[in-house]
């Protein structure tokens, strides 16, 4: 069996977004575009035919349900998506299983429901009785391990440094690029979890084509990396990005 690995544009920046770069026909749109992959390693690019800027940043793996207390994959029974009604949460879980913890999507719910309850400030602090408690959105009766589940805290700061290095490298990229949200086409997100996100609360198949080898090699040669480590910009945007506004 024959098996082709796509081109990286950088050792940070790889095939996948190269992939996903030509699928979407990077090369040959006339407006920039934007392709975001939400995961880990944040890897996002922006342009068109004429010139095309790529990057990563670490995110961290709050998106996967990584280093969140009660967080999981993407597995029946994970938490994915959280409404809060009447103060008390509404969970919908992979599968329709009992709940086995909290995956990427159901936390940016969480902290979407509990900023607008007024349970956690622009800042990311937790209102008191939760700061010390955590707010409940599964009872033990209801979980598959027959422990409740709750989101604390440090779960909120989790989020909130994965949001705020992805919104900081998105908008050093743009600013880089010379380019705003007005003259941006299309955002694509990219990955399971991007799939999967509510995008309002956070935003067939085929055969390759002969010439798609010679295209992507052309999109990992073309696209210039931004480094984001001692950019001094990116760091002002990371600070700027770290409130939930």
């Known amino acids: 069996m024959e098996i082709t690995v796509c081109p ?13 770069m030509y699928a979407l026909d990077f090369d040959k749109q006339e407006k ?4 975001i992959d939400l995961g880990t390693n944040g890897e996002m690019a922006v342009g068109c035919r004429d010139r095309i800027l790529v990057t990563s940043t670490a995110a961290g793996p709050a ?21 809060l009604r009447d103060g008390r949460a509404s969970v919908q879980t992979i599968g329709g299983k009992p ?30 009785p939760w700061f010390d408690e955590g707010f409940l959105l599964s009872e033990a009766a ?16 989790e989020l ?15 600013s880089r690029y010379g ?13 399971g979890f991007g799939h999967q996100m509510d995008v309002a609360k956070a935003a067939a198949i085929g055969l390759l084509p002969e010439e798609c080898l010679e ?17 001094r910009q990116f760091q002002e945007f990371y600070m700027e990005y770290m409130y939930f506004e």
Request: hydrophobic share 35%.
């Open 63 to 83: 998106f996967e349900g990584g280093n969140i207390v009660c967080g999981t994959g993407s597995i029946p029974g994970a938490i994915c998506s959280v409404e």
């Open 32 to 35: 920039p575009c934007v392709l």
């Open 142 to 157: 209801l979980s598959d391990s027959g422990r409740e589940i709750r989101f604390y805290q440090k779960d909120v700061r």
């Open 160 to 174: 909130q440094l994965a949001k705020s290095a992805v919104r900081a490298g998105l908008e050093t990229l743009l």
């Open 215 to 231: 295209r992507m090699e052309h999109l990992a040669v073309t696209a210039e990396e931004v480094q984001l480590s001692n950019d």
């Open 179 to 191: 380019t705003s949200y007005d003259e941006i086409s299309h955002i694509y997100i990219a990955g």
């Open 99 to 128: 709940a086995s913890g909290i995956c990427g999507t159901g936390v940016i719910d969480t902290v979407y429901e509990l900023k607008k309850t007024g349970i956690i400030d622009e800042t990311g602090l937790m209102e008191e």
């Open 8 to 20: 990286g544009a950088s050792t940070f920046v790889g095939g996948d977004i190269t992939a996903g």
